[in-house]
């Protein structure tokens, strides 16, 4: 079979193709049959009732309990820019470089970073997200710094 062959059955299979039997008169007949039967819906028992109670009151615990731990974990610490800013800086405000090799990349990217955010904070000086990535910023550093003590 070569390939105009093939292209011209696979034109031939975008026809419609009728259904040997209509479906329709089925379904009809099998709903008509269903709506004339006579629905017997069963009592619930009291236990029943009770564990359902229970089962909804323990879902909206949870629910509760989930929100507050939402609320709880994304609460944001009220402090100024400034002061984020201030405490942000590098004694002297020059870019701290340290001795080791492995660490100077790091020390370089963290100290570019922290200048980003502190013109960003300039612009926008009442954003919880930048005054909490400074902070972030700030932290790494200093743990940059403990880590160059450590390593002596």
Do not use: C, Y
């Not at 942000?88 to 370089?108: C, I, S, Y």
């Not at 990217?109 to 400074?134: G, V």
């Not at 550093?141 to 450590?150: T, V, Y």
Request: glycine share 2%.
């Amino acid at each position: 079979m070569n390939e105009f062959e093939w292209l011209r059955q696979m034109r031939d299979l975008n026809q419609p193709v009728a259904p040997r039997n209509d479906l329709w008169t089925r379904i009809d007949a099998k709903l008509d049959d269903a709506s004339s039967r006579e629905v017997i819906t069963p009592t619930q028992t009291p236990r029943a009732r009770h564990r359902r109670a229970w089962a909804m009151a323990a879902s909206m615990a949870a629910v509760v309990v989930l929100a507050a731990g939402i609320v709880w974990h994304m609460r944001v610490v009220p402090q100024s820019a400034t002061s984020v800013a201030t405490n942000a800086t590098a004694p002297n405000n020059e870019p701290w470089k340290p001795n080791d090799p492995r660490l100077a990349g790091a020390a370089l990217q963290l100290d570019a970073t922290r200048m980003e955010l502190q013109q960003a904070l300039e612009q926008a000086p009442n954003s919880p997200a930048l005054q909490r990535l400074l902070q972030r910023t700030t932290a790494q550093q200093n743990q940059l710094r403990e880590l160059e003590k450590q390593a002596g």
